[in-house]
């Protein structure tokens, strides 16, 4: 079965400080990767995929995410957090063998400070 | 384009009732997904249709859950005799093909009291 972990349940960081948000995944095919942001009472929004090819993926908003096949992770990234970053992210996985389904992390909830 | 389009936004619902929420997915994508967000909680999987097809059902409780997307209209999802344990947001995403990143609608919060 596939599976999504978040370990952290939350990440704080200083505006302009580097901020990663952390993602590993289950092992069984080849997966297809997502990471999605969620702002309060609103639905998520994507931000990034990895499908195949380069193991470092660029994304909305300045955000990577870089693929990590030994260490089956898939860490999002930014160089320069905003405190406009501050939401709910989540990591989703979907296999190629599999018609579409993504399963979703538990989320991870970035605070930037000013 | 208008985007994934829920409604409602907020169901209220008396204990017994039946809620009725509706999904209508971008233009142009024909794979439609729901999922559910308890309180502090992630997104769970419900059901991913396509249309006139249910493709995969293994994430909606077997009984008083229902989904259907037919060829003309919005997808339903159908909960009858809801109970308290049923108050949570509902969220349905689109794509237009199984590779693809979803679009997600805004989501329908139900509040059973």
């Known amino acids: 079965a596939q599976s999504v972990a978040q370990p952290e349940d939350q990440v704080n960081v200083a505006e302009g400080n580097p901020l990663t948000v952390k993602c590993t995944y289950s092992?069984?095919?080849?997966?297809?990767l997502f990471w999605y942001v969620q702002y309060p009472n609103r639905g998520l929004q994507f931000l990034l995929k990895y499908i195949t090819g380069d193991n470092l993926v660029k994304g909305s908003y300045g955000f990577e995410a870089e693929f990590n096949k030994s260490q089956t992770s898939f860490h999002l990234k930014k160089p320069s957090a905003l405190v406009s970053d501050s939401a709910l992210y989540f990591c989703a996985v979907r296999y190629n063998t599999n018609a579409g389904k993504s399963t979703f992390g538990d989320g991870t909830t970035l605070t930037v400070k000013p | 384009n208008a985007g994934v389009m829920q409604n409602p936004r907020h169901l209220v619902r008396r204990r017994g009732q039946e809620a009725r929420l509706r999904c209508s997915p971008m233009?142009?994508?024909?794979?439609v997904y729901w999922y559910r967000q308890l309180p502090e909680e992630g997104l769970k999987f419900m059901v991913y249709l396509q249309k006139e097809n249910i493709i995969d059902e293994s994430g909606m409780p077997k009984e008083r859950f229902s989904a259907e997307f037919p060829k003309e209209g919005p997808s339903i999802l159908r909960i009858q005799q809801v109970v308290r344990g049923d108050s949570a947001a509902y969220f349905c995403?689109?794509?237009?093909?199984?590779?693809?990143?979803?679009?997600f609608g805004s989501g329908t919060r139900l509040t059973v009291v």
């Open positions: 995403a689109s794509s237009p093909g199984q590779g693809d990143g979803y679009t």
């Open positions: 092992v069984s095919g080849n997966p297809y």
């Open positions: 233009k142009g994508h024909s794979h």
